[in-house]
Protein backbone atom coordinates (compact mmCIF):
# COMPACT_ATOMS: atom_id res chain seq x y z
CA UNK A 1 0.00 0.00 0.00
CA UNK A 2 1.08 3.15 -0.59
CA UNK A 3 0.79 6.18 1.85
CA UNK A 4 0.40 9.43 1.38
CA UNK A 5 0.57 12.11 4.42
CA UNK A 6 -0.08 15.74 3.97
CA UNK A 7 1.54 18.58 6.96
CA UNK A 8 1.01 21.90 7.72
CA UNK A 9 1.32 23.48 10.75
CA UNK A 10 -1.49 22.96 13.30
CA UNK A 11 -3.36 20.24 10.73
CA UNK A 12 -6.22 21.89 10.88
CA UNK A 13 -6.78 24.15 7.57
CA UNK A 14 -4.58 22.54 4.89
CA UNK A 15 -3.46 19.58 5.63
CA UNK A 16 -6.78 18.22 6.64
CA UNK A 17 -8.07 19.79 3.09
CA UNK A 18 -5.38 18.09 1.23
CA UNK A 19 -6.06 15.01 2.77
CA UNK A 20 -10.14 15.64 1.87
CA UNK A 21 -8.95 16.36 -1.52
CA UNK A 22 -6.65 13.22 -2.29
CA UNK A 23 -9.20 10.71 -0.55
CA UNK A 24 -11.88 11.58 -3.00
CA UNK A 25 -9.83 11.54 -5.78
CA UNK A 26 -8.30 7.81 -4.39
CA UNK A 27 -12.07 6.98 -3.92
CA UNK A 28 -12.68 8.32 -7.48
CA UNK A 29 -10.11 5.99 -8.82
CA UNK A 30 -10.86 3.09 -7.47
CA UNK A 31 -7.45 3.17 -5.34
CA UNK A 32 -8.79 2.96 -1.83
CA UNK A 33 -7.38 -0.70 -1.18
CA UNK A 34 -4.33 0.77 -2.56
CA UNK A 35 -3.61 3.79 -1.35
CA UNK A 36 -3.72 5.49 2.72
CA UNK A 37 -4.41 8.89 2.99
CA UNK A 38 -3.46 11.24 6.27
CA UNK A 39 -3.17 14.54 7.63
CA UNK A 40 -0.80 15.80 10.05
CA UNK A 41 0.56 19.28 11.81
CA UNK A 42 4.63 19.82 12.66
CA UNK A 43 3.17 21.83 15.34
CA UNK A 44 0.45 20.40 18.53
CA UNK A 45 -1.15 23.71 18.55
CA UNK A 46 -4.40 21.94 17.75
CA UNK A 47 -4.12 18.19 18.73
CA UNK A 48 -7.72 17.07 19.08
CA UNK A 49 -9.59 19.86 17.23
CA UNK A 50 -11.60 19.05 13.62
CA UNK A 51 -10.63 21.41 10.89
CA UNK A 52 -11.14 24.86 11.08
CA UNK A 53 -14.82 25.26 10.58
CA UNK A 54 -14.05 27.56 7.52
CA UNK A 55 -12.26 24.39 5.89
CA UNK A 56 -15.01 22.35 5.99
CA UNK A 57 -17.01 25.33 4.54
CA UNK A 58 -14.92 25.43 1.69
CA UNK A 59 -14.30 21.96 1.02
CA UNK A 60 -18.18 20.45 1.80
CA UNK A 61 -19.09 23.62 -1.36
CA UNK A 62 -16.88 21.34 -3.21
CA UNK A 63 -17.73 18.23 -2.11
CA UNK A 64 -15.62 17.09 0.30
CA UNK A 65 -16.08 16.20 4.28
CA UNK A 66 -13.71 16.85 6.71
CA UNK A 67 -15.39 16.51 9.53
CA UNK A 68 -14.02 13.08 10.45
CA UNK A 69 -10.23 14.65 10.56
CA UNK A 70 -9.03 15.29 14.09
CA UNK A 71 -6.02 17.18 14.30
CA UNK A 72 -2.77 15.23 15.23
CA UNK A 73 1.07 16.34 14.97
CA UNK A 74 3.21 14.36 12.95
CA UNK A 75 5.12 11.39 14.55
CA UNK A 76 8.30 9.17 14.06
CA UNK A 77 6.23 6.51 13.15
CA UNK A 78 4.46 8.73 10.08
CA UNK A 79 8.46 8.95 8.51
CA UNK A 80 8.85 5.30 8.73
CA UNK A 81 5.27 4.11 7.56
CA UNK A 82 4.36 6.83 4.94
CA UNK A 83 5.71 6.83 1.43
CA UNK A 84 4.97 10.28 0.55
CA UNK A 85 5.20 12.89 3.48
CA UNK A 86 3.83 16.66 1.52
CA UNK A 87 4.80 19.86 2.90
CA UNK A 88 2.39 22.86 2.15
CA UNK A 89 5.07 25.54 2.47
CA UNK A 90 8.91 25.72 3.05
CA UNK A 91 8.54 26.34 6.97
CA UNK A 92 6.62 22.92 6.88
CA UNK A 93 9.43 21.59 5.00
CA UNK A 94 12.23 22.67 6.96
CA UNK A 95 10.48 21.60 10.49
CA UNK A 96 10.00 18.09 8.80
CA UNK A 97 13.33 17.99 7.64
CA UNK A 98 14.45 18.44 11.22
CA UNK A 99 12.42 16.07 12.97
CA UNK A 100 12.47 13.08 10.13
CA UNK A 101 15.64 10.94 10.30
CA UNK A 102 18.15 11.27 7.47
CA UNK A 103 17.17 7.93 5.93
CA UNK A 104 13.64 8.80 5.15
CA UNK A 105 14.91 12.57 4.20
CA UNK A 106 13.78 11.05 0.34
CA UNK A 107 10.43 10.92 1.40
CA UNK A 108 9.81 14.82 2.01
CA UNK A 109 8.53 17.17 -0.56
CA UNK A 110 6.71 20.07 -1.27
CA UNK A 111 3.17 19.70 -2.16
CA UNK A 112 2.81 21.71 -5.07
CA UNK A 113 5.83 20.34 -6.48
CA UNK A 114 2.56 18.09 -8.67
CA UNK A 115 1.22 21.10 -9.20
CA UNK A 116 0.40 21.46 -13.46
CA UNK A 117 -1.90 24.67 -13.57
CA UNK A 118 -0.50 26.75 -10.79
CA UNK A 119 3.22 27.61 -10.34
CA UNK A 120 3.05 28.80 -6.93
CA UNK A 121 5.73 26.73 -4.99
CA UNK A 122 3.51 26.66 -1.76
CA UNK A 123 0.23 26.22 -0.28
CA UNK A 124 -0.94 29.59 1.79
CA UNK A 125 -1.96 29.64 4.78
CA UNK A 126 -5.32 30.88 4.85
CA UNK A 127 -6.02 30.82 8.69
CA UNK A 128 -5.50 34.77 9.71
CA UNK A 129 -7.09 35.88 5.86
CA UNK A 130 -11.14 35.27 5.06
CA UNK A 131 -13.24 32.93 4.10
CA UNK A 132 -11.90 33.47 0.30
CA UNK A 133 -8.37 32.32 1.06
CA UNK A 134 -9.61 28.41 1.68
CA UNK A 135 -11.19 28.62 -2.18
CA UNK A 136 -7.76 29.85 -3.21
CA UNK A 137 -6.66 27.08 -0.81
CA UNK A 138 -8.63 24.26 -2.51
CA UNK A 139 -8.15 25.42 -5.81
CA UNK A 140 -4.45 24.68 -5.55
CA UNK A 141 -4.80 20.94 -3.80
CA UNK A 142 -7.37 20.03 -6.60
CA UNK A 143 -4.48 20.71 -8.71
CA UNK A 144 -1.44 19.25 -7.09
CA UNK A 145 -3.41 16.35 -5.18
CA UNK A 146 -4.26 15.63 -9.38
CA UNK A 147 -0.17 15.08 -10.13
CA UNK A 148 -0.02 12.99 -6.93
CA UNK A 149 -2.35 10.81 -7.82
CA UNK A 150 -1.04 10.08 -11.17
CA UNK A 151 2.13 9.25 -9.54
CA UNK A 152 0.62 6.50 -7.25
CA UNK A 153 -1.35 5.09 -9.64
CA UNK A 154 2.05 4.32 -11.15
CA UNK A 155 2.91 2.95 -8.18
CA UNK A 156 0.00 0.57 -7.19
CA UNK A 157 0.11 -0.24 -11.36
CA UNK A 158 3.75 -1.45 -11.02
CA UNK A 159 3.08 -3.10 -7.55
CA UNK A 160 0.44 -4.87 -9.16
CA UNK A 161 2.78 -6.16 -12.43
CA UNK A 162 5.12 -7.39 -9.81
Not at 53 to 81: M, P, S
Not at 117 to 123: G, I, L, P, S
Amino acid sequence: MNKVLFVCTGNICRSPSAEGVFRSLVDEAGLSGQVGVGSAGTHSYHIGEAPDARAQVAARKRGYELGHIVARQITQDDFREADLILAMDWENLSALQQQCPKVYHHKLMLLMRFANEFEEATVPDPYYGGPEGFGKVLDYLEDACQGVLELVRKRATQYQAA
